[in-house]
């Protein structure tokens, strides 16, 4: 179960870093 969390994290961390970075960007 702890296995799958941290593959779930590892894909969506990035995903959010990008949709932040976009968001600073058109604010």
Do not use: H, L, N, Q
Not at 1 to 23: D, K, L, R, T
């Amino acid at each position: 179960m702890f296995f799958c969390a941290y593959i779930i994290g590892a894909i969506i961390v990035p995903f959010a870093e990008s949709s932040v970075s976009i968001w600073k960007t058109y604010r």
